[in-house]
């Protein structure tokens, strides 16, 4: 109430923007009286909620700043109780290294998650099972980011990691754990597609695509991406390995998947159909199969083109490579026929 009460004459006379101004001057100040009237522990908890609402605002500077006062804090709890306050150190550290990973600071972000990680490994020598779970999303973070490093086989350590704990936590909760279990196997298998251990890869996708039609069959909204993502790569997989039969199936099968939903809801699903047409014809020109890829780059940049008319900035690059496509395939038809 007595934010609200105290309006200075001046303020009165002045614009409302002033006036708004001075409003949050007055909270932030306010805030501040509050936080030292806290104990240590809400004191970090609030700076803690401040960051990651800084954060979600994009507010990274400042949410750097909080991260790092309420880490102190915690830090300094641990110390004289680690059990208790220890883990409140680790997921702050994950939270910051989460930060400094969106603000490309790499090398810092991955030195957070280790330390982070230590910590879950040194609270689950007394308490397995209570941290199991989070070594495994702080291993699974550090995989990611050793992935986009293009350090693989780091990055495949750890990821195996994180898939021998799921699969633990699998048979304790199958319906909370099934979905990080299918999510860790396709991330290995884009890591053994891209170091060329093809069977481990298709091993995986496989696992990976039958666990999300068993999640699909009790909530097909949410996961039949993941089926179609994982027909994707595993259509990818098998263009590698010359098993364009197999590639064909499964596109054809994510094509016809986002045709069904298209019917009921075009507006949201027609743009995955000119998706999956466009990579189909780049499978048929592959396999010299023209007539095919013709008509499905005809399909898809007709639609590419009606999406681009809404917005031109989100979707015009769609339109301009499936003309390319359409380019390259023509070239294709004319040196067949010229032979």
């Not at 990611?144 to 898939?163: D, T």
């Not at 681009?308 to 070239?331: G, M």
Request: glycine fraction near 0%; hydrophobic fraction near 35%.
């Amino acid at each position: 109430c007595f934010l609200f009460l105290y309006k200075p004459k001046f303020i009165i006379m002045k614009k409302n923007s002033i006036w708004i101004t001075l409003s949050f001057t007055i909270i932030f100040i306010l805030f501040g009286y509050a936080l030292k009237a806290q104990s240590d522990f809400e004191r970090a908890e609030s700076l803690y909620k401040l960051a990651n609402e800084h954060y979600d605002a994009n507010q990274y500077k400042e949410a750097e700043k909080e991260y790092n006062k309420s880490l102190k804090i915690y830090k300094k709890l641990a110390k004289k109780n680690p059990q208790e306050y220890k883990d409140d150190v680790a997921l702050n550290l994950n939270s910051l290294a989460v930060l400094h990973s969106s603000m490309k600071e790499d090398n810092q972000a991955i030195k957070e998650f280790e330390e982070a990680l230590e910590i879950y490994r040194f609270l689950a020598k007394k308490n397995p099972e209570k941290y199991k779970e989070d070594i495994a999303i702080t291993l699974h973070l550090l995989a990611i980011m050793h992935y986009y490093l293009e350090e693989y086989p780091i990055s495949e350590k750890e990821y195996k990691e994180v898939l021998e704990i799921y699969r633990e936590l699998v048979r304790e909760n199958p319906q909370k754990y099934k979905y990080f279990l299918a999510n860790t196997l396709y991330d290995l298998a884009k890591i053994h597609t891209g170091i060329e251990q093809y069977i481990d890869a298709e091993k995986e996708f496989k696992e990976a695509l039958e666990i999300s039609r068993e999640l699909a069959k009790e909530n097909p909204e949410e996961y039949t991406y993941y089926i179609t993502k994982n027909l994707n790569d595993l259509a990818f997989l098998h263009t590698k390995m010359n098993r364009y039969n197999d590639a064909e199936k499964e596109l054809s099968e994510a094509l016809n998947i986002y045709k069904d939903l298209a019917k009921e809801n075009p507006v949201l699903y027609q743009f995955n159909v000119a998706e999956f047409l466009n990579n189909l014809a780049n499978l048929h020109l592959i396999t010299e199969k023209y007539s095919d890829a013709k008509k499905e780059l005809e399909q898809a940049l007709e639609i590419f083109e009606e999406y681009a008319k809404i917005s031109p900035s989100e979707y015009q690059s769609y339109v301009d490579t499936c003309k390319k496509n359409i380019n390259v395939l023509n070239q294709a038809i004319n040196s067949s026929q010229e032979e």
